[in-house]
């Protein structure tokens, strides 16, 4: 059921991205609207827990607690996802969030 669920997020996800790409080629969408649409409907991918531990080290350099905050997630998530024997990955928002760090740095989701 979920894999279902996900192949049609991915498809609708697809459309849009097509439909967008039709009026940027119509001078109706900007550049720089079209990076921001790409970033948005991107899936977020499966964050294994040396990925996650690497981003919040390396990339964002925060403890985590302080990741967890700017996640809004409790501390208890981060350090489940961080082991390998539980499991648990991020998902929803926070597999978004944590896209944007990797990708653009902890100053993407920090004003």
Known sequence: MKNKKLDEQTRV?????EMAHAL???GLVTKQDMD???LICQSPPQYTPEKITFIRVEKAKVSQSVFASILNV???AVQK???????KH??????KLLQLIEKRGLEAVVA
Do not use: D, F
């Open 36 to 38: 921001k649409m790409s």
């Open 81 to 87: 996802w961080e082991s390998p024997s539980s499991g």
């Open 13 to 17: 996800l697809n459309e849009l991205m």
């Open 90 to 95: 991020p998902s929803g928002a926070a597999a």
């Open 24 to 26: 940027q080629c119509n």
């Open 74 to 76: 409790s501390v208890s």
